[in-house]
């Protein structure tokens, strides 16, 4: 019995070696990429293409400056973060609001409504921007922040309310009922008990949309003409030349670029934790 | 009541001297928006447009966008009439068509007739319509050259050496050059790559288009008029059945890109690269130590009756928005930007060869660019529309299947034929 | 009257939502969706009439249906192998094991990464003459199984979609984490003391709690793979011939290399529908359940 008590335990330590070696092997073919960006990013124009180790054969730490200045990224960053969190915060907020509705309210054409989010979501319109931008000048909005931070609202919703909605509909309805006893309205439901039950998903959807609005381009392009509102991706242009791209710049700029977005990671995904706890059956 | 009246008397005064001033402030300062897409050039863009305001007190702004960027915002702008007063044409003439046909860009004939001298004319003639040759604009010219360029083959030396062949005689007909590229491939050196995954693999056959089919027959054949089975395409593409026979495609060179075959042949990994005039810029910033190679005209091909032209002529160009508020003030300032002085400054920095001719001092040049100089004579400078824009993506890929040996020329020419119906 | 009070305060919820929809989605849905019934290059006011032309067409196309043939299979193989991957991942990462927090973090670096630096690396690791792979094949004494790997028409697309996958890794693992975490711990002690084991745990508790999870996290997938483009433009092209072709790269060369704008809109309405009813099948099929 004792020895094979033993045996379970070395098993399981084996076992516990095995998932940690493949977890860092995954791991590495994650870092490596990045590894890449950094030493490129510290090596010399023509090095880049003669050199292909990761260890750089002399460090330029004035690629940074470089790429700081040239790419304008003082101007292009304070856009960028402004865009970024209005945008962000518009779509948790807008969409929580309408998710929560979807799954746990009933108003008429609920079902059509859904749908047709979910459409939105699901057709790529090929140069959708074409209209848009008509739209934008239509308005009188074309060229200003809000012309942007609205539309890039709107292309982020569908996708969320999506995810939210199947998050908030595998919530115990049991929470909210006995929340409803205590004469709690429909609002208080939902910011006190929805809004931090589905912390986890909200913070998926954070770090979604973070994303894509910190990458974003192409509208950006398209509908400011007014350099001083551009945001950081436009920074990452002035390197890739149309006949030779200085990767050692770029690299550089891309690193100041991925920076804040591993920041946003880091500070969201501390919040994918367990939010349901207690005596609560499924 | 009287105090009321005094007030508002006051305003509609202030509101007047404002509107008065803000008026004539206007007229004084010209301002010109120009898109661009030249990322490298961007500064000295810049630097040129503010020389050119303690000039002439016309401010020029150059913004910068990058090339796909570009084709988004000129034509959400076209929809939406907010296009800036002059900006950095995209593509060359399909593309112009589209926007001369939509009255967004305007036919510079008038206002050039004393400028255009100064640009070659196979160059000019790549952004000038004439009639019936099947783009239905009204005939003129609508761009302005900034930058020039042509795309030959080149070699490596020291490679050349080690195989065995003399460094100073590059291939002159297409048997030697079949004949290098194996001994080449015998003496363990990867021959050939170029672009093949991208538009680049079309330009190294295009000379032997212009040789084998003739300038009309091709033509013809890209209208639709004729079939590409008649016009004898089968022979163009069966050039790549030889090269791939004897060898000489280095691996991966079907969808392979352009940058990345130069970074192969800056590194001495292949021998020989079809590439344009501004390679040799790159090849100086990815490996400066690099310099032992030339440059050598399409070898002439035995089999086919006419003269091979070359693929380039025009770099950059702008065109004018039809609808700007300056069109004199935007052609005069691009007028003064071609000018030999400006010119020279640009092509310290610029890939390309100058556009204006009279800045060209060939004793200034390098052995390399010396010689595609010479070439900008061969360029050709009309070539028809595809029928179906389609049939030139169904060429390209036919080419990569061609090279694995995948599909044979019959099989390629007979889809081109198809498409384009 | 009571719950007609009630259905209107309802509807405030959404009614944010619907502004946004209603001023910036309708517009360009409704050009795309007319656009689709034109010949149109984009550009120039030469709009023709042609009804049902384009979609007849798209149905004739072969290009267009080997784009779509491939977008199944990256889906396919997205669904199996990625999700598989990320699926596990987030297990192991949610079971207590040590240095959780920092798998945690690497694992969401690939989609955050640049799409030039992923394009880069790949194009580097499948590199014919001085790639990674390659080089390892040369190690491991295996040079029999080098291949140019994106320029052979049997492993292209193979290719693409491990590239493609390998980012796609993080989305569906943070999704995954995000969803384990909704099933409350007590369930899993409560059966622990029933003496359940691992895989009894896995099948009766955690799959079935993870039914809606899976079903996003499958629809995203697919809606991935099949509008996949990003990675696919620096590394093949579509090519070589039409083997790595995309549905989302050829809408984009029709509308604005081939300027058949009209076709173009056409194609993206078919995809869309597709998408809608597949996304419809997966929802329904999980009710069922």
Redesign the interface.
């Known amino acids: 019995m004792k020895r094979d008590m033993h045996f379970m335990t070395k098993k399981i330590k084996f076992s516990?070696i095995l998932?940690?070696l493949?977890?860092i092997s995954?791991?590495i073919?994650?870092?490596?990429?990045?590894l890449?960006?950094i030493s490129t990013s510290l090596k010399s124009?023509?090095e880049v293409?003669?050199n292909?180790s990761l260890i750089p054969q002399s460090l330029n730490f004035e690629n940074y400056i470089k790429a700081w200045t040239e790419g304008n990224f003082s101007i292009y960053f304070t856009n960028s973060v402004i865009y970024t969190i209005s945008i962000v915060l518009g779509i948790v907020?807008?969409?929580t609001?309408?998710a929560?509705?979807?799954a746990r309210?009933?108003?008429?054409f609920k079902n059509i409504?859904y749908?047709?989010?979910?459409?939105?979501?699901?057709?790529?319109?090929?140069?959708?921007?074409?209209?848009?931008?008509?739209?934008l000048?239509k308005l009188g909005i074309?060229n200003t922040r809000i012309g942007y931070i609205?539309?890039m609202?709107?292309?982020g919703?569908s996708?969320s309310?999506?995810?939210l909605k199947?998050?908030f509909?595998?919530?115990p309805k049991e929470l909210e009922e006995s929340a409803v006893i205590d004469g709690c309205g429909?609002f208080q439901v939902?910011y006190k008990i929805m809004f931090p039950l589905a912390l986890?998903?909200i913070?998926?959807i954070v770090?979604?949309n973070a994303?894509s609005a910190w990458?974003e381009?192409?509208l950006a392009?398209?509908n400011f003409?007014d350099?001083n509102k551009m945001p950081v991706q436009q920074g990452?242009?002035?390197?890739?030349?149309?006949?030779?791209?200085?990767?050692e710049l770029?690299?550089a700029a891309?690193t100041i670029?991925?920076l804040p977005?591993?920041m946003i990671?880091?500070s969201m995904?501390k919040y994918?934790?367990?939010?349901?706890?207690?005596?609560?059956?499924? | 009541m009287r105090r009321l009246l005094g007030k508002i008397l006051g305003i509609v005064l202030v509101l007047t001297i404002v509107l008065v001033l803000s008026v004539s402030y206007g007229k004084e300062t010209v301002k010109i928006t120009i898109w661009h897409y030249l990322n490298d050039r961007d500064k000295l863009l810049k630097t040129l447009a503010a020389q050119y305001y303690l000039k002439t007190g016309v401010r020029v702004e150059f913004q910068l966008y990058s090339g796909d960027q570009m084709g988004a915002k000129i034509r959400a702008a076209a929809q939406a009439r907010t296009l800036p007063d002059a900006w950095t044409g995209v593509g060359l003439k399909g593309d112009l068509s589209k926007l001369a046909q939509a009255g967004n860009i305007l036919n510079l004939t008038p206002y050039i007739k004393d400028w255009v001298s100064r640009f070659p004319e196979n160059i000019v003639a790549q952004v000038t319509f004439t009639k019936d040759d099947g783009f239905n604009v009204e005939p003129g010219t609508y761009g302005i050259p900034l930058d020039v360029n042509n795309m030959q083959f080149l070699y490596n030396k020291d490679l050349f050496k080690k195989a065995g062949l003399d460094p100073n005689k590059p291939p002159k007909t297409w048997n030697e050059f079949i004949e290098y590229g194996k001994k080449l491939k015998a003496a363990g050196i990867l021959p050939f790559a170029t672009g093949f995954g991208t538009w680049a693999g079309l330009t190294m056959i295009q000379p032997y288009e212009f040789a084998y089919l003739g300038e009309e027959k091709l033509n013809a054949a890209r209208m639709g008029k004729i079939t590409f089975k008649d016009a004898g395409y089968v022979k163009v593409l069966n050039l790549l059945v030889e090269m791939r026979d004897a060898g000489m495609f280095a691996p991966g060179t079907a969808t392979m890109d352009l940058p990345t075959a130069e970074q192969m042949f800056a590194n001495g990994q292949i021998a020989m690269i079809f590439d344009g005039s501004w390679a040799i810029g790159v090849f100086k910033m990815m490996n400066p130590n690099f310099k032992n190679y030339f440059v050598f005209f399409p070898p002439k091909d035995e089999r086919a009756s006419y003269q091979a032209l070359i693929p380039g002529g025009i770099g950059a160009y702008f065109v004018v928005n039809k609808d700007s508020k300056y069109i004199k003030e935007t052609i005069e300032f691009l007028k003064w930007l071609t000018d030999v002085p400006q010119q020279a400054k640009y092509a310290k920095e610029s890939f390309n060869l100058p556009a204006n001719k009279n800045t060209i001092d060939p004793r200034t040049l390098g052995p390399q660019i010396a010689e595609f100089v010479k070439g900008m004579d061969r360029v050709y400078s009309y070539l028809a529309p595809y029928k179906n824009p389609r049939t030139e993506e169904i060429l390209i890929k036919g080419m990569q299947l061609i090279i694995l040996g995948q599909k044979t020329p019959e099989d390629v020419v007979k889809e081109m034929d198809e498409a384009n119906k | 009257m009571r719950k007609f009070i009630d259905k209107i305060e309802n509807f405030i919820f959404v009614i944010p939502a619907l502004a946004f929809f209603i001023t910036f989605s309708i517009y360009p849905l409704f050009k795309t969706f007319q656009m689709s019934f034109y010949q149109w290059d984009g550009i120039t006011k030469n709009m023709i009439f042609v009804g049902f032309k384009n979609y007849i067409d798209a149905f004739k196309d072969p290009i267009w249906l080997k784009s779509i043939k491939n977008g199944f299979i990256l889906s396919f193989l997205a669904l199996i192998f990625m999700n598989s991957i990320a699926f596990l991942l987030a297990i192991l990462v949610n079971s207590g094991i040590k240095g959780a927090k920092f798998y945690r973090v690497i694992f969401y670096i690939p989609p955050i990464l640049s799409g030039i630096v992923v394009g880069y690396i790949w194009k580097w690791i499948y590199d014919p003459n001085f790639g990674i792979l390659n080089g390892l094949l040369d190690i491991l004494n295996l040079s029999h199984f080098k291949r140019p790997w994106l320029s052979d028409v049997n492993t292209a697309l193979i290719s693409v979609s491990i590239a493609s996958m390998w980012q796609g890794v993080g989305g569906s693992f943070i999704l995954f984490l995000a969803g384990l975490q909704s099933i409350p711990e007590d369930l899993f002690e409560a059966s622990r003391v029933d003496g359940a084991t691992f895989w009894q745990q896995f099948f009766y508790i955690t799959i079935p709690l993870m039914s809606r999870t899976l079903m996003i996290v499958s629809i995203l997938t697919i809606l991935g793979a099949m509008q996949l483009l990003t990675i696919v433009i620096p590394l093949t092209n579509g090519g070589p011939g039409f083997e790595t072709e995309v549905p989302a790269l050829r809408i984009y060369k029709e509308a604005f290399s081939s300027y058949k704008f009209g076709y173009a809109t056409a194609l993206s309405v078919l995809l869309g529908i597709m998408l809608f009813i597949i996304s419809l099948i997966q929802i329904k099929l999980r009710k069922v359940d």
């Open positions: 516990r998932i940690h493949f977890l995954y791991a073919t994650c870092l490596f990429p990045l890449w960006m124009t023509s293409y003669t292909k907020i807008v969409s609001l309408a929560y509705a979807f309210l009933n108003f008429p409504i749908y047709a989010f979910l459409m939105m979501m699901l057709i790529p319109i090929p140069g959708a921007f074409v209209p848009l931008y008509v739209l000048v074309q609205l539309p609202i709107n292309s919703l996708v309310i999506f995810i199947e998050f509909e595998q919530i429909k939902y986890p998903a913070s998926t770090i979604f994303l990458n381009y192409i392009a398209v003409t350099p990452l242009f002035i390197f890739q030349g149309q006949y030779f791209t200085r990767y770029l690299m891309t670029t991925t977005i591993i990671y880091l995904q994918i934790v367990r939010s349901l706890t207690g005596a609560i059956k499924g």
